[in-house]
């Protein structure tokens, strides 16, 4: 829980109308959305002047959740974005501990807002020191369990409405992997059966998320899944998707979401990695998973200039594809038991 003498600077903060920013990472996911439109649904009703401004676009599998189009992006539209974050009482930053998270192009313009009063709520390991209150917790299964704790502190859970809790369930369900990575705690199904009573439609949630697919996503999954390796001696498989592949099959952002967890699905892998070629970016953008004790946190801030959880993390890679690929292997098979 967040410690109470911050609980109580806050509750002073929010007892009159505030403006206030609401900050997700870049590249948002399903907790990231749905902690921050969750605190979103909740603040409004508090009567502040709420805008989340997000650094980039998200991807279209999250485009249903309610009030997306509220969203406004930083890189896309920086020139009505920055006059909202001069202008702010308050900052909140959901499911990110440090400012470079927001990308390249927005860390620089938040880090120049030292004297704003920064709030932040995540449960990522290694916080910075930017916020003035934190509210970080690495055991907690998700941002939006967060968010959900933090309004019952605030002694303010009968104003969690149908919006707030279909978004803070959205990011339960993606964030534990529909209820099975370890970091599901009895607590968290407390949590959801909670929201449920809220009369979130819960199905046609799993449904928005993990049902609903266009034909050239599928078709791009079967090739990731073509494209798989095994290195089993080391327990380890990867995936790659090169740029080509990805513009043969209309890629949108989003539509890789979860390919990395095929890998982890074959027996005797507790180890697993997708790697994709991003040209206009030029980067290979890395995702993490393991299942265990393998802690694919640590290895992505050693090996590929990122991070994230025990079990899933995420990094980013400069070279060629083939590169990244080769580097990766040989690190495995001297590291990896």
């Not at 992006?73 to 927001?102: G, M, Q, S, V, Y």
């Not at 620089?108 to 449960?123: A, N, R, V």
Request: glycine share 6%; hydrophobic share 35%; charged share 25%.
């Amino acid at each position: 829980m967040m410690k109470e003498h911050d609980i109580e600077a806050i509750k002073q903060l929010l007892a009159s109308p505030q403006k206030i920013i609401i900050l997700p990472h870049r590249n948002q996911d399903g907790d990231s959305m749905g902690s921050t439109l969750g605190l979103y649904h909740f603040l409004i009703q508090l009567n502040h002047e709420v805008t989340i401004i997000s650094p980039n676009e998200f991807a279209r599998y999250l485009a249903w959740m309610p009030n997306t189009d509220q969203i406004m992006f930083f890189e896309e539209h920086r020139e009505d974005c920055e006059p909202k974050l001069k202008e702010a009482d308050i900052i909140f930053t959901l499911d990110f501990n440090a400012l470079h998270r927001t990308g390249d192009i927005m860390s620089p313009f938040l880090e120049s807002l030292s004297d704003k009063t920064f709030i932040m709520i995540d449960h990522h390991q290694a916080p910075d020191s930017y916020a003035k209150y934190v509210f970080s917790d690495t055991t907690m299964s998700s941002t939006s369990e967060m968010v959900y704790h933090f309004i019952h502190q605030l002694g303010k859970g009968h104003l969690i409405d149908k919006n707030t809790a279909t978004c803070l369930y959205t990011g339960l369900v993606t964030d534990t992997g529909s209820f099975r990575f370890s970091s599901t705690s009895s607590t968290t199904h407390k949590v959801a059966a909670d929201l449920i009573e809220k009369g979130i439609n819960n199905a046609e949630i799993h449904n928005n998320l993990f049902d609903t697919s266009s034909y050239d996503r599928l078709q791009l999954l079967g090739r990731a899944l073509q494209n798989m390796k095994l290195l089993r001696e080391h327990k380890t498989s990867y995936i790659t998707l090169n740029q080509t592949e990805l513009d043969e099959h209309h890629h949108k952002k989003g539509d890789t979401e979860g390919f990395v967890n095929y890998g982890l699905s074959i027996d005797g892998i507790d180890f697993t990695a997708i790697f994709i070629e991003n040209k206009s970016e030029g980067i290979i953008k890395i995702s993490f998973r393991s299942q265990g004790s393998f802690d694919v946190n640590q290895f992505a801030r050693n090996y590929f200039n990122g991070g994230g959880h025990i079990n899933a993390a995420g990094g980013r890679s400069t070279e060629s594809l083939e590169e990244t690929v080769t580097r990766f292997v040989k690190i495995v098979q001297e590291t990896k038991r």
